[in-house]
Each structure stands twice: as C-alpha cells, then as structure tokens.
C-alpha cells in the first residue's frame, strides 16, 4: 500500500502569538515550530498500515527550507521518502490553493498512492479544508476526522466523529482520510530512526515542477486585519463556605448573567 | 441571493443550520437580496425553514443522497449553485458542514473562509472574521471567488424568526451513476445521546484537579440538572485516560462557545483557554488562586471543588426541581 501522508509546520499550542501588524501576518522569531499535533496521528497511522500491510509511506509538505525539520521528524518516526514542496508564500489562510498543490502533487508524482492522509486541521490556519479539498480535485473518497480505520483490500471502514455519535463510513481506495485523536498514539523517533533521517536526502520539488501555473497558486484569501481577541475584564471572586459561595453563585448566574 | 445548506439529523433541522440560514437574511437584508435553503430532507422541514427567512427552499432529490456523502452531496449542491448563482453559500461549521462545505468549494474551484464567529458587509460584498491559532488571533477577510463560502460556528449567530413570501422548489437530480464512492453505512451512538460540547448551551468541565477518573460522575450529575449542558474536559484529563477525547476542549480538542462554562479543577493552560475563552460566561473552581483560568473568569471561587460541588448541586437542584 502506498500511503502519503501530508504535514505541517506550526507554532506549538504554548505558543502566545503576536500579530505583526503592518504585514498582517503573525510574529515567527520566538515561537516554537513544531509538526502540527492532529498530523503526528496521521503519520502514526500511516507506519501502522505500512507494518500491517506492506508498502510505503512518503510523507510531504509544503513550505520554505525550515520545513525540512518537520519532514526530518517523520523520517525519524518511520517515513521511508519525504519530499519538500517549495512555496515561498507565507501563510495565506487559503486552503485551496495548497490543495490545488498538493492534488497536483498526488496526479504528478504519487499517482501510485493508494491513501492519502491528514491531520484533522493544522493547529494555526484552523482551516480543515485541505483533505476534503483534495479528495474533491482528485475525485476520490472522504473520511474526516478518523478515530479509527479498518482497510482490507481495496475497501474500508471509518469512523468519524460527528456531534454525540460516530458515523461509519464505508469507501474504496484510493481515498483521502484525516486523523483525529484516539486514532492511534503516536510514536516517539528512536535514536537509530533520527540518525537513519539524517543520512536520507529530501528532494525538492517546485510548483513550477509540478506544472503549477501562478494563476492556479493565486490566493484568492483577501486578509484585511489581524488582531488579538480584546481581554476579558477582571471577574468577581466568591468568597465564604462552599455553601455560602456555592448560593452566591447560583444567585449570579441566574439575576446577572441570566445564564441559568 | 445567500444559499443556506440545512443539515437535517434524526427528521429535525439542526439548530446550527438555523443560525446561519438567520445570519444568511440578516446580510441578505443589508445586501439588498434574498435568503435561500437547500436541503436533502423531508419537504416538511420547509414550513421551518420559511419561517426563518427562507424566500426559497430547494428539496433535493435523488436515490444517491440517501445516504450522505460529502462526494454526492458536493455534486448536488454544485448543480444548484450552477442554477441558482448564489453570491455566498453558509453552512453550519458542524461535523456534516466541515466535511462538505471544503469539497464543494474545491468543485467550484472557490476559497472559503471557516468556522466564521462574525460576518459583515464591507463594499457590497461580504467579509468573515474567523479564529485562527484557536482563538488567539481573529483573521477578518474577504474573498475574491463567487460564490463565497463560508462554515458559519454553532451557538454564535443568534436564531430569529422572520416570515417571508415562500416558495418550494423540488430539484431532481441527475447524478452520474458511480459517483459517490465512499458514504455513511451507520450512525453509531456511543456516547449514549448525551449532547456533544460543539453543540452544548452549557458545558461542565474538569481537569487535572478532578485527581480521578470517577469524579467526572460529580460532573455528569451536574449536567444532568442543568438543561443542554455537557461535559468537557482539558487535555491533562484526556490525557490521563479519565475521559474520551470527543470531550476534549482547547487548542487540540474541541473550539466551543457555550453560554456557560463552568471550569473545575482546570488550571487554564494557554492552548485549553484558546479553546473556550469565547463562552459568554465562564465560572471558574480551583484550589490554587493563581490557576490561569481565574484571569478569563466571569466569577472565581478558590476553594476545594470537592466540597462545591455538592453544595451547588443542591442549590441547582432547587430552582430546576421546580
């Protein structure tokens, strides 16, 4: 089985983040990067499938030279190729562009790929558009937001969280599926998995290499403003018994805040 | 004209489809244009849906919608907007929404904008404010395409009635043979119905000062009394194994947005606060009087949430017992 699975770089979630304000973009120097936590479940699933069925895992994403590092970590985790596509665009909000460029990736470079997996959403963008956008370009089946994935042949089974309940849904490969939590739990790299990384070479492919065309990278995301959510102003402590407090609050939450 | 998909679970419109198809009129008004619905449903879902400002409600039928897919689904709403040329498409930011709203806008070749918690009209056309990082930066942007799609966030946008000159339009399909490749087979209820965090008006959440996994029965209890509400927890508690992750709130959980959110034993770490530092009124229980949490609490109590809740559950129960 051929497995791509896709990866992102993002600030971890510690992160406080500051907007640079005459750019619209966020403040990178300080922050973390870190691989996107919902994309570590992916990759785990993708080395689960490779041991239980055979085949190969690539792991690919898009994004400068420093992304490097985060297709370092899934080489270290178990990935047997990973390729970097370069885009010197910064963050751009818009998902369809990167999934124009990873569904062009896929028909240019994969086309063997029997699954293709994500992350549920990047922690960051928040988009969680790219795996549906992409199983649309390439016509192929969705599962979103997998908490467990059963494959046996060329059919599967998926569960997908939805509110209160799991759904299944049933689909034929080649398919598009994106990890949520309890899928799995991830791996940690091993020595000899970091020091087998560092020795492999990652290609680098370019948009116009995969016959990108600028109109088709455009981003048709206009931002306008950046701004921090204003604070919340200083609430009121209770004080007294539990019981005391407890009546207190009660009181508030039903006459002031009309909550209850 | 703005287009409103409506989700329909168990024969009812969901909630989240009526705030957006009330925020579709809302900006359909300041537009100077019509609200629409389409939907896979039951035609007497309509009279609802009028109700809500819907000038038309589009009914579609075919046999490969009976089960939803996001592949069938994507192909049938592109046929309406191909018909219809709807200036914007809103949808529910629910699990049905997110999965389908990114698959249409890639079949129209359209960006869209996720997950919105503000819409407005700027120049004639609309603009959407969404979180991004979870909540610690707003993004407000427009977007280039026709039609803009946007998923709209449960329990933002207000529901309000407004009854306008109706009609219902019955669309049958015509969708290739073998289309749809993968679909919904069954819905598995493994929560036992109980109301998911995206969806509650309230939400009872614990953390790592619960110390255990069966004090989360002290916080069911309290959900039990208090109408809508759900239980959450903070990833140090999912982590821990205590509870599923499906009620998991914060930056690597679930984004929720409840009237009320009733924080026990959970310190505030940056990524869980990102996650629900949007509830209208937060009510914060922990020992340590320096917990992060008390600085996006409505009210506060330091104290041993051992000994507050029951005496809380007493006083709820009064005024809920009536």
């Known amino acids: 089985m051929n497995i791509v699975v896709f990866v992102k770089r993002v600030p971890d979630t510690e992160s406080k983040i500051r907007i640079q304000h005459q750019t619209n973009a966020i403040v990178e120097e300080g922050l973390n990067f870190v691989i996107s936590p919902n994309d570590e479940y992916a990759v785990e699933e993708g080395l689960r499938l490779r041991e239980a069925h055979g085949g190969k895992v690539t792991a690919v994403s898009v994004g400068g030279e420093e992304v490097l590092a985060t297709l370092k970590k899934c080489l270290a985790m178990g990935a047997d190729e990973a390729v970097l596509i370069k885009d010197d665009l910064k963050e751009a909000y818009d998902g369809l562009r990167l999934a124009r460029i990873m569904a062009k990736a896929v028909q240019n470079r994969f086309a063997d790929a029997d699954l293709l997996l994500f992350g549920r959403m990047s922690v960051g963008a928040d988009n969680a558009q790219i795996p549906a956008m992409a199983a649309e370009l390439l016509g192929w089946p969705q599962a979103t937001v997998v908490t467990k994935l059963v494959i046996e042949g060329r059919t599967a089974v998926a569960h997908r969280e939805i509110e209160g309940a799991q759904e299944n849904v049933a689909f034929a490969l080649p398919a598009v599926v994106s990890a949520q939590k309890g899928l799995n739990e991830p791996r940690y790299e091993t020595l000899k998995g970091i020091m087998a990384a560092k020795k492999k070479v990652i290609p680098v492919l370019t948009l116009a290499e995969l016959g990108l065309t600028a109109e088709e990278t455009a981003p048709q995301v206009q931002i306008r403003k950046m701004e921090t959510p204003p604070p919340k102003a200083a609430g009121r402590i209770l004080t007294g018994t539990p019981e005391e407090t407890a009546k207190k609050l009660v009181e508030l939450l039903r006459g002031e805040a009309k909550v209850i | ?322």
């Open chain 2, 1 to 322: 004209m703005i287009l409103t998909f409506i989700e329909i679970r168990d024969g009812k419109i969901k909630k989240s489809s009526l705030e957006a198809l009330s925020e579709a009129k809302r900006r359909a008004d300041e537009l100077g244009a019509a609200a629409a619905a389409v939907l896979v449903g039951p035609e007497s879902a309509a009279v609802e849906l009028q109700a809500h400002g819907a000038s038309k409600v589009y009914l579609l039928e075919n046999p490969q919608l009976d089960a939803y897919s996001a592949q069938g689904y994507a192909a049938a709403l592109s046929e309406v907007v191909k018909a219809t040329a709807p200036a914007a498409v809103f949808f529910a930011a629910s699990a049905m929404g997110k999965d389908l709203a990114p698959r249409l806008a890639a079949r129209l070749g359209v960006s869209m904008a996720s997950d919105c918690t503000r819409i407005a009209v700027q120049n004639g056309a609309l603009e959407f404010t969404r979180p991004i990082y979870a909540g610690k930066v707003l993004l407000t942007m427009g977007l280039k395409n026709r039609p803009a799609l946007a998923t709209l966030r449960p329990n933002v946008f207000p529901v309000a009635a407004s009854a306008v000159d109706s009609e219902v339009v019955k669309i049958a399909l015509n969708l290739p043979e073998g289309l749809v490749k993968g679909r919904v087979a069954e819905v598995l209820c493994e929560t036992g119905g109980e109301i998911d965090v995206s969806e509650a008006e309230i939400i009872i959440s614990g953390g790592r000062g619960l110390k255990a996994p069966e004090s989360f029965t002290l916080l069911r209890e309290l959900a039990v009394i208090l109408p809508k509400a759900a239980v959450g927890a903070s990833r140090a508690a999912v982590d821990s194994g205590w509870i599923g992750h499906g009620h998991q709130v914060g930056q690597t959980g679930k984004t929720v947005t409840p009237n009320l959110y009733l924080a026990f034993g959970v310190s505030g770490a940056i990524q869980h606060l990102a996650g629900m530092s949007s509830s209208k009124i937060i009510v914060a229980v922990n020992k340590d009087p320096e917990a992060p949490i008390f600085k996006v609490a409505d009210y506060g109590i330091v104290g041993d949430l051992f000994q507050i809740i029951p005496a809380l559950k007493d006083e709820l129960r009064k005024i809920f017992a009536e």
